[in-house]
Every structure is written in C-alpha cells, then in structure tokens.
C-alpha cells in the first residue's frame, strides 16, 4: 500500500501537497481533510507513490471519499485547464466539485501566549481608553480560557465587531485555525402528520376529544384533520397560533414530524412551454408535433450520426435566429440517449434554464438534472448525485456543468456559443466552450457549438477545417427575418430640436403594435435610472467612493424631472457601494446637480407617460434577483399579462416569444466606443440576437434602431442580417492589428490597495520585458487598467499578443517565474489567457 500521496489543494500555489498516508485508504480522484497551516483543509488526490518529498510529513486526517468523485477523464480534463489556464490545479479540481456542502468548515478563534501576556500586564486604564481597545480587551478576557470559539459566539458575548478580530490577528494576540467535518447533505422537508388513533378534533364543531386541547391547539389539529392528516410544517407556520403549539402536539404523541425528500428544483418549469414546444419522437413509434425542415433534419442527422461512430467530431451550427437549433438539439440528445450515452446542454445564462428545463422535461422526464450557481449547496450536491448515480443522462446548465460527472457522455451541445458570460472571471479562468470541445476530444464524443452570430474564433476555426460548418439559413415554417429599419437619431434631433429617448417612428410603431394585440420589447443595455449624475457648475462627476466609475442613479417612482433629490440613491455596479443623492455638488457646493444617460428604469417610467394603458414589465438585474423571478417575467409574457417588456441584454438571449412582433433597440452604439477590440463583435451579436425576438409566431416581424452611427459597418450590416460580409470585414482588422482570432491573447493584470506599489510592480515587469524580447510576441503596456481602480485596489495591466500559443504560455511561465522572484504575491497577480474583458 503507498506510503504518501499528494494532495492539490485549493490554493493559488502552482504545486502539489504530499502527506503521509498512515492506516488511511485515499484513492486518486478522491477527496480527503489534509492540516494546512493552521487549517483543515479539503483536497484532491492526484497521486499515491513511495518516495517521501521531506522529513516528518504531515498525515492525513480523513479520507472523505472511499471511491473517486473525479473519474479519471475528469482528472485529465482538470490537468489540461490548469496547464492552459496557467491555474493552480488545486483551484481548478474545487470548481469542478460542487460538493462543498458535504465538508462543513468552522473557523476558531483562540488567544496566543502574546495575547495571553498583553491582557495580564495591561493596566485598566491603559486598555479602556478607547471604545475600540476595550472591545480588543473584551475579546482578549472571554478567549483567556484557552478554548478555540467560533466567532459567532465571540461577538455575541462581546459585543465587539470583525474589524477588531482582524486587528487582534493582525497584532498576533489571538489566532485563527479551522476544523473541517464530513456531513451528509440531504435536502429534505419537514412534515406535520397527524398520529392515526390519537384524540383529534371533529372537524365540523371543532369540539376537542378528549376535552384538553386549548383553544390553539384544536385549531392547528383542525387544519391537519382537513388536510387529510398531512401538511408541511413551514404551512402551519403561516398560522394564527404560536410556534410551541405543535411542538406540544408533538410531545402529547398527537403529531410526529416526518422528513421527505424536497421538491425538484425546477419543479413547475411546465408552464414555460410556448405552443411550439413539443416532445421529442422517432422512427421507433415515437411522434411529433413539429415536423423539423430539411435544414433541420439533416443537421440532426449528421449530428446523431457523429455520435453513433464514437469519434471525436465538433461542429458549428450557425443557425439564424428562430431556425430551430433547439428542436435539433432535442432530436439530437434523444438520438444520443437510445445509442445509450449521455447529453450535456450549456446555456449562457441562469435566465435561460427555466425554458429549456421546461423543453427537457417535456422530452425527456425525470431524466434531466440542472446544475447552475443560483442552486442552494444542497440542490447542487442532490443534482450532481443524481448525474454521477446514472439517474439522469441528460444535464442542462450554465458554465459550470460543463463538469457534470456523466458516464458515457456522447454529445455535448454548447448554446448561443459566442456568450462572453461562458468565460469564468474568477481562478481559475477557463472558458466553459473550449472546455467542452476538449472534453469531448478525450472522450471520443461529438460536440456541437450552436449560434445564430457564431464567435469569430469558431468561426475562424469552421473556416480552417477543425469544425464541420452546418447551417441553417431559414426560419422554421418559413417565416421571415424582421425587417430591421434604421432610425438616424441625429437626424431625429435636427428635426424636433429636442432630446428624446424615443423617437416618433418608434412611439407610433408601439402604439400600432399594442392596438393589434401584440407584444413588444424594448432594449435598453443599462440598468438604473440615469448613468451619470454631475454638477454643470464646475463638471464634477459624482464618481464611487471605491471605485474609479460613475456611480448610477437610481431613483424611486414619482420624481420626474433631471434635477438631483435628495433621498434618490448612486449605486456603484461594480462594488455596490450606495449613498444618497446630495442636494449640492460635493465639490463647488452648486445646487445644479443634473443627471445624463438613460437606463433600463427611466425606460419603464417612459413608456409608463406614453403608454398608460399597456402593461408593462421590465427586466434588469435590478428585478431579477433570482431564478424565480426570471420564471415568473417569463410565465407572464407567455400568458400575455405583459405585452411591453423592456430590459437589458437578458431580454436579447435565446427566449422565445411568439407573440413579439415589435422589437426597439435603444443606444446599443454606446458600446462602440468601449475600449475592448471586440466591442464592434457585440453589437453585432447584440442588435442581431435581439431583433430575432421579433417574429417567431404566425405574425411577422419589424425591428427598430435607434442609432447615432447609422453608417457604421456592424450596425449596418446587422440591420440587413449580413453576418458573412460583417465576419469578413472585421477578420479583416483584426489580422491588421494582430488580435484573436488572427493572434492568440493573454491579459497581465496586477492589482493593490497602494498606488505606488502596483506601479512599482508594473514598472518592473516592464523592464524585465524589455531585457528578455521575444521576437513573436507583441506587448502592450504596462498601462493602468480601463477601470484603474475597483473596489479600493489599483489596477494596472499587460497585453501579450503572438501567433504562436506555445511561445506565448513559455513567455508567460518565465514572467512568473519572475514574478515570484520579486515577491509579488499570486493573488496580486491574474493571469487571463484567452481575455474576453480587457477593463
């Protein structure tokens, strides 16, 4: 039996962690509790061997896991990210486990000898001189026992605050450790039953037998009796008596409590469905409600018949908007499930998943499972569970089930593939795409990227022969593309001599639309009410207290003028900063504080002047806080109880609404001007996927742009659904200017609370740049970041360019290499390879 094994912890170390193994079994792909420091911490075994790395290793102290939870595919996978992502593997195998709810983690305070001696050899006098040093001698007396304490309990019996933890860590007179335990997670509710045989209550007097029960009690048993002797105890809560009544019930044996398995997290998903949402049916005696177009049906079919041959296949599916792609993914993973391997479905964005779950269950039954972040800890354990178990071979989610463990996955399907949101911002930094075409090359499974505004990397990809290009040029039942009209909003200003958010083309369309029946949506790519707020005084502009930006104005109903109010809030987007809006300007003391800039909530306001009698929704993420809420907009719009919908980019992604027929896109050119290469991409891929909201259903669609650059080549082009010619002339720039996809691109980013430190970093950099040119490799920079400072930390960043990725990772390794060298801590340091964000 090995000896060691060694362990990748989820650190931002870039190497592993070797233990003695004792009596313990650890197995490879299996999690175990290792001490870290002053932790306990969990990690993955990679590696069982014989060969000491030093003197007295430290032992395990738990295996968790008697048999992998990474099989050996997914441990080739977390291998291949960590080497391309250039990310610590530890890091790369936690996002791959969404089991952190099954370890518990407590952290402990305790007092140190030094704290010991500065609370014994303090005078009173000395220690009370301060609200802020006697809370420190509060906490140094309670922890003078000895005895680890949570800090829960620390604050509570204190009345201190975290801000004085930290400061006694800080001075070393306490000490913070960590214990870890397993735990079984079961999601599960709780169930009032009422005991067969026991006194109960006649249900029409209410009269009790026996004649003991007060007047509380009688009620709650009158409730169970009604409810045929069940009811979850959280409906008993909503009643009128006290919370102890049913634990009286309880103990007089007239009630137990049971625990049953809790509901689906996607339970209710149904009532998503639109009319042209069906079951999937074949050869084998199955039926259909739709009948799938010759585009379709050979896309599927080529698909289904890469599956079938067990080789490595990927495909890009560029199908316009409202073709159909959906229904041959359906048709494609049912296809994959009577050969009798597995299907995975990534969409961009949590909002997606109601409708697409509703497509699956209808499909496929009980035999989907979703993974995505807004899932409780215990929901996401109970559906990978359910995955790793066999019982459900067909997983839809966001970025992250691209790990879903699956056992014989034979088709992964990556939808609207040129997301940005598919790009993880946080370590470790892969992009859930690519992830999928490498995962399916090691497994020998197809891949199918689908879009109706491909990416100009899978394209350029398709172009080269490492994707099958597929294409699906035309509406299903032959309906037409909206017709895009363009409306010159400088023009629109020469005209009426003043600055509306709508225009009048735009104004009468709505009014038609809703006097058909019809519903229509409105794109407005900012949240709040304005996005500037700034004195005419002096120019101030009322900037985030932590961060280098603009702060947003948001305001409550009723006031409808541009002047400032006080009570009206500025919220920062970025950190979430808020303070009240100032009656003068912080800066000249002016009273003339105006606000510029249009969002999402003075579009609703809008639209509530000139519209009274539509119904109205809006949807932002200042309204969508939760899954839920995106199910209820979206159940809402398909019953018809909202036929003006405006909102942000969310509005624009792959829903589909049959009865849209009006679709206005607002200041979608504002991101022409982004300092970002790929900004003239997305608003491309931005007008073209929300103007194909338009039309889906019997009736015909029109698109409306209101735009202050009617020449320029992606709205043009967009406007006349040209996405080849768009391609051609931005490859075009982007092989003049050395960027992806002519070029391979990592962004260097160096962060810290000091200006001069960073700066200092970055001046460093740049001089070890200039001592080690690399003739393929183009940098630009050190310069500070678009968005310099974010939340209190100074940002400075590099861009390396080259044609050759190796050359670019082995320049990159010596940077860190370097880099540590200097002392400049990893967690300072991000490493972005293949950016998406260059802010």
Request: aromatic fraction near 6%; charged fraction near 20%; proline fraction near 5%.
């Amino acid at each position: 039996m090995p000896r060691f094994c060694d362990v990748a912890l989820p650190v931002p170390v870039d190497s592993l962690f070797t233990y003695a193994v004792g009596e313990m079994e650890p197995v490879l792909g299996g999690r175990v509790l290792v001490p870290f420091r002053r932790e306990q911490m969990q990690g993955v075994v990679v590696r069982l061997h014989d060969t000491p790395t030093q003197k007295n290793l430290k032992p395990l102290l738990r295996v968790v896991d008697s048999e992998p939870v990474l099989s050996a595919e997914q441990m080739q996978l977390g291998a291949w990210i960590a080497e391309y992502y250039l990310s610590p593997l530890g890091e790369v195998l936690r996002s791959m486990l969404p089991l952190q709810a099954e370890v518990r983690q407590r952290r402990l305070y305790r007092i140190t000898e030094l704290g010991q001696r500065i609370l014994q050899t303090s005078t009173q006098r000395a220690l009370t001189e301060t609200a802020e040093v006697a809370a420190e001698q509060a906490v140094l007396t309670y922890l003078s026992s000895g005895l680890p304490t949570t800090a829960a309990t620390v604050l509570a019996k204190t009345s201190a605050h975290t801000a004085t933890l930290t400061s006694l860590l800080q001075k070393r007179w306490i000490t913070r450790e960590s214990t870890a335990e397993t735990r079984t997670v079961r999601r599960s509710v709780s169930v009032a039953v009422l005991i067969e045989g026991a006194p109960t209550v006649d249900t029409r007097t209410k009269a009790a037998r026996p004649p003991k029960l007060n007047q509380n009690q009688q009620h709650l048993l009158a409730e169970l009796a009604n409810a045929q002797g069940r009811l979850p105890v959280q409906e008993l809560a909503r009643l009128p008596v006290p919370r102890t009544t049913l634990a009286t019930l309880v103990r007089r044996g007239l009630v137990r409590i049971d625990e049953i398995a809790a509901a689906s997290p996607f339970a209710g998903s149904a009532a998503l469905l639109s009319p042209s949402h069906f079951s999937v049916t074949h050869s084998s005696g199955t039926h259909s409600s739709v009948t799938l177009n010759a585009a379709q049906s050979d896309t599927a079919l080529q698909i289904a018949a890469s599956v079938q041959t067990g080789k490595f296949q990927s495909f890009l599916l560029h199908g316009i908007t409202g073709s159909g792609k959906t229904a041959v993914y359906l048709v494609a993973m049912q296809r994959a499930l009577e050969m009798g391997k597995c299907s995975l479905l990534l969409v961009p964005e949590i909002g997606l998943t109601p409708a697409m779950v509703a497509q699956l269950q209808s499909a496929f039954g009980d035999k989907v499972a979703l993974l995505h972040s807004s899932l409780s800890a215990a929901e996401r354990v109970e559906q990978w569970h359910r995955i790793r178990n066999g019982e459900a071979p067909v997983v839809v989610g966001t970025r992250s089930a691209v790990f879903a463990p699956l056992h014989n996955l034979g088709l992964l399907i990556v939808d609207e593939e040129h997301d940005i949101s598919y790009k993880q911002a946080e370590l470790p930094r892969y992009h859930a795409r690519d992830v999928a075409v490498m995962r399916a090359n090691f497994l020998r499974a197809t891949v199918v990227l689908g879009s109706a505004t491909p990416s100009l990397e899978s394209w350029s990809n398709a172009q080269r022969g490492k994707y099958t290009l597929l294409s699906m040029p035309e509406r299903v039942a032959n309906r037409p593309l909206p017709a895009i009209s363009l409306i010159d909003m400088r023009q629109e200003f020469r005209e009426i001599g003043q600055e509306h958010l709508l225009s009048r083309a735009l104004i009468t369309e709505i009014e038609t639309t809703l006097k058909r029946g019809e519903q229509a949506m409105l794109l407005l790519n900012r949240r709040g009410y304005s996005f500037v707020a700034l004195c005419r005084a002096c120019g101030e502009k009322l900037e985030c207290e932590n961060c280098a930006i603009a702060l947003t104005h948001h305001k409550s109903s009723g006031d409808l003028d541009a002047h400032a109010h006080s009570g009206q809030r500025l919220e920062c987007h970025y950190c979430g900063f808020r303070r009240t809006v100032p009656q003068r300007c912080p800066k000249c003391d002016s009273e003339h504080l105006y606000f510029f800039g249009v969002g999402s909530q003075q579009g609703e306001e809008r639209l509530q002047e000139l519209f009274p009698h539509a119904k109205i929704g809006r949807m932002d993420r200042d309204t969508m806080r939760a899954h839920q809420d995106f199910e209820q907009m979206l159940a809402r719009l398909h019953r018809g109880e909202i036929n003006l919908l405006v909102g942000t980019q969310m509005i624009a992604k792959g829903h589909d609404m049959h009865g849209v027929t009006l679709v206005g896109v607002l200041g979608a050119d504002h991101a022409l001007s982004m300092p970002d290469f790929r900004s003239t991409e997305r608003v491309f891929q931005l007008i073209t996927q929300v103007a194909g909201r338009a039309g889906r259903g019997e009736r015909p669609g029109r698109v409306l742009v209101q735009t202050y650059h009617p020449d320029h080549y992606a709205i043009r082009l967009a406007a006349s659904h040209d996405y080849a010619t768009f391609v051609a002339q931005e490859l075009r720039y982007r092989t003049l200017l050395h960027y992806p996809p002519a070029a391979v691109l990592t962004n260097i980013l160096l962060e810290h609370a000091e200006l001069h430190t960073v700066s200092g970093w970055a001046s460093q950099l740049d001089r070890w740049l200039q001592q080690h040119p690399h003739p393929h490799v183009r940098v630009l920079g050190p310069a500070a970041a678009p968005i310099a400072r974010l939340k209190r930390i100074h940002r400075f960043h590099l861009i390396l360019k080259a044609s050759s990725r190796k050359e670019l990772a082995l320049l990159v390794r010596q940077m860190l290499e370097y880099t540590d060298k200097l002392g400049i801590p990893r967690r300072n340091l991000t490493v972005d390879v293949d950016a998406v964000h260059l802010m």
